[in-house]
């Protein structure tokens, strides 16, 4: 899983927002903070069962809004 980001004109600040960018949207960060304690897994199917809700949910909003 490498990441690879190139600087053009030495503009450095700008290749840092955009490794942030591209490892916010490969949910990089959610998975270092979810490995960060043990989760029994118990808890881990509860949490995958609510954001699987969430995720329907939000589809069936995009639905109406589409049709």
Do not use: C, T, W
């Not at 490995?35 to 949490?47: G, I, L, N, T």
Request: positive net charge; without cysteine; aromatic residues 4%.
């Amino acid at each position: 899983m490498a990441v690879q980001i190139s600087v053009h004109g030495g503009n450095g600040e700008k290749a840092i927002r955009d490794l942030k960018r591209k490892m916010q949207r490969e949910l990089v960060f959610r998975r270092m903070k979810m490995s960060r304690f043990y989760e029994p897994p118990s808890a881990k199917r509860v949490r995958e069962k609510q954001e699987a809700e969430r995720r329907i949910r939000k589809n069936n909003r995009r639905r109406r809004l589409e049709s």
